[in-house]
């Protein structure tokens, strides 16, 4: 009786990493920084370790938490990051959310300084074992393009739900099922945005949407970060992270909001030319140093970006 072939891994996957400087209100940890960089290490293991030769490593989007990161966060991406990561934009890593205006973004830095290989629109040649198709936010999916012997990867930045993996009113187009006209020709689809990470198909597609990176919010404690594999069957595989070194807030998923006093945050921009800080800074040392509630945070910083 012939032995069945054990499939080998080709690729690990990874999407929405959301560096920033900024700890999440949630979060305990002494130091934010050193968190990352702890998971950003478990992610370059996992290219070493996962096979007998070092596998490439697929991100589908959002590297960054905003587009416009601080040349000090910019600096810790290209001491942390993978090299050479196979890439594609995400909306929080795009002024706008338009990937047109790639060029004025940390995301931009890390593509022109070669940190990254950014595919978003193009196809990349021959991986070994499988050629990639790279669609960004707001980037609609090419057909396949036919590679001789080769898997063909789908790598996007779009949400995707499946069963209870979403957020309550999903629209029905982002159906996992939306995609299987989209998807035909591939073998495997890689989704990011969706911070739920799941197995799926659409048709004869096999697609991992490995979810969110680190637990950055209060409703993500319970939830457990991953990252992914894809071997050469077409078959894929999410793995767990570990999430020891995780400190949160006692009691931090029934926190109470506390409100955001613009009269005192007005009055502390007074001081702004004495101390040499721009806008951005100064509102988020004053993010930092007041328990603000998560969403509040959330809709100031991206307030910002506009």
Not at 191 to 196: A, K, V
Not at 251 to 275: C, D, S, T, W, Y
Not at 298 to 306: G, L, P, R, S
Request: aromatic share 8%; proline share 7%; with cysteine.
């Amino acid at each position: 009786m012939p032995t069945l072939r054990k499939p080998n891994p080709i690729a690990i996957v990874v999407s929405d990493i959301h560096l920033t400087l900024l700890q999440p209100a949630c979060r305990a940890d002494k130091d934010w920084m050193a968190v990352q960089a702890e998971y950003l290490q478990q992610l370059k293991d996992a290219a070493t370790n996962a096979g007998p030769w070092p596998l490439p490593i697929l991100c589908a989007g959002d590297i960054f938490d905003r587009w416009n990161p601080s040349p000090e966060l910019i600096n810790f991406a290209l001491r942390h990051l993978p090299d050479e990561m196979i890439c594609v934009p995400g909306q929080h890593d795009l002024p706008n959310h338009r990937i047109d205006l790639m060029h004025r973004s940390g995301y931009g830095v890390l593509k022109e300084v070669k940190k990254i290989r950014d595919i978003s629109g193009t196809t990349t040649g021959n991986m070994g074992r499988f050629s990639v198709h790279g669609f960004g936010w707001g980037q609609g999916i090419e057909p396949a393009q036919r590679v001789e012997k080769f898997l063909r990867v789908a790598l996007i930045h779009r949400y995707v739900w499946t069963e209870d993996k979403k957020y309550p009113g999903a629209p029905p187009t982002a159906n996992i099922s939306a995609l299987k006209k989209d998807l035909v020709g591939y073998d495997v689809a890689v989704t990011g945005d969706n911070h739920i990470g799941f197995l799926g198909a659409a048709g004869d597609c096999q697609i991992i949407n490995v979810g969110g990176f680190i637990r950055r919010k209060s409703d993500e404690i319970d939830y457990q970060p991953g990252i992914g594999i894809i071997f050469d069957d077409s078959t894929v595989k999410r793995v767990r992270l570990d999430t020891i070194i995780d400190k949160f807030h006692p009691a931090a998923q029934g926190r109470k909001e506390v409100p955001f006093n613009m009269k005192e945050f007005i009055e502390g921009l007074e001081g702004l030319g004495e101390h040499g800080l721009d806008f951005r800074q100064a509102v988020e040392n004053h993010l930092r140093t007041n328990e603000v509630h998560p969403r509040t945070k959330e809709i100031i910083i991206k307030a910002m970006e506009t």
